[in-house]
């Protein structure tokens, strides 16, 4: 039985069950994105729960995640589909044996069992029972031609191929773009998509977060973790760091049974929330050699 959200708690309820702490906002938008079966465009700081969403949905509903990653250079031939030319070759071949006339042999060269299936074709045929969630993700590493396509893909949910024919999507699959904001996304694509931008979470939001994706850290451990990482967001750092290196750092430092910050395990751990050296440097010279920075930053 498919899932219908029939209200903005319901959504809430859902994705906390799922994992996920969605504020209001979010939740709203993701109700009106799935009842008016319009894609979600999610911004955002890497790192702060956009892809997470999709994932989520997909759980939710119990359907397929297809994942589409943009990069620059994607065409529409590798997100849609291609002709698989060495079985093709190999067909012909064979069929040349057999004396095959050449109207047959054109036929089935040019059927679905040749047809390399990308994310864009996967999301329209998969589409028969439970529609899938289709992500597209980090769409600003893509160019500005590949927007083009991508939208008349999104306003029909149809494409044709030339030697088949039409094939269009039985259900609309629900679609999440997410953008790093590398560059702006043009105006046409984000008209067509309900927008939203996931900031980093509140100091209270983070530890409810903490505690959920891991119901075995201590209270009082996961508020510090999470005051912490609040007050680093506060420094002037090149990559800040986000809710992924919260938890892979509150979870690193479960394996190490530790429950409480310490100066030691700081310095032992900053890579997993810090991810270039310069901002572990200048955090060491500015912040962890100063002892009233430090003491503050200990709780």
């Given amino acids: 039985m498919e899932v219908r959200f029939e209200s903005i708690d319901q959504v809430m309820e859902k994705m906390s069950e799922a994992g996920y702490i969605a504020d209001r906002p979010l939740a ?9 079966e ?11 729960g956009k892809t997470e969403v999709a994932i989520v949905m997909a759980r939710i509903f119990g359907a397929e995640l297809i994942r589409l990653q943009c990069y620059e250079g994607l065409d529409a031939t590798t997100a849609l589909y291609e002709w698989n030319y060495p079985k093709q070759l190999l ?13 047959q042999m054109e036929r089935a060269i040019f059927s679905e069992k040749f047809l ?42 149809q494409i044709t191929i030339p030697e088949i024919g039409t094939m269009r999507a039985n259900k609309r699959p629900m679609v999440v773009v997410t953008s790093n904001r590398t560059r702006d996304v043009h105006d046409a ?11 980093y979470p509140t100091p209270q939001k983070e530890y409810r977060i903490i505690m959920k994706r891991l119901p075995g850290i201590p209270s009082e451990f996961a508020r510090q973790i999470a005051d912490f990482v609040q007050k680093l967001r506060q420094e002037d750092f090149l990559k800040k760091p986000g809710i992924s290196e ?20 700081v310095i032992q751990t900053l890579g997993c ?25 200990l709780g």
């Fill in 28 to 36: 709203t938008v993701i109700f009106l994105a799935h009842r008016l």
């Fill in 91 to 103: 067909h012909i071949r064979l069929q040349e044996l057999e004396r095959a006339p050449k109207e």
């Fill in 246 to 265: 919260t938890l892979d750092w509150a979870q690193a430092l479960m394996a190490m049974d530790t429950t409480r910050l310490t100066h030691e395990i």
């Fill in 38 to 48: 319009k894609p979600l465009f999610l911004e955002g700081e890497p790192g702060v």
């Fill in 189 to 199: 694509l984000k008209r067509r998509c309900l927008y939203h931008w996931i900031d």
């Fill in 116 to 157: 390399i299936k990308r994310p864009l074709l996967e999301a329209i045929l998969r589409s028969d029972n439970t529609a899938p969630v289709l992500l597209i993700d980090e769409i600003d590493r893509s160019d500005e031609e590949f927007e083009a396509f991508l939208l008349e893909v999104l306003s029909e949910f």
């Fill in 273 to 297: 929330v810090l991810k270039y050296h310069e901002d572990m440097k200048k955090f060491m010279a500015e912040i962890w050699e100063d002892e009233e920075k430090r003491a503050a930053y």
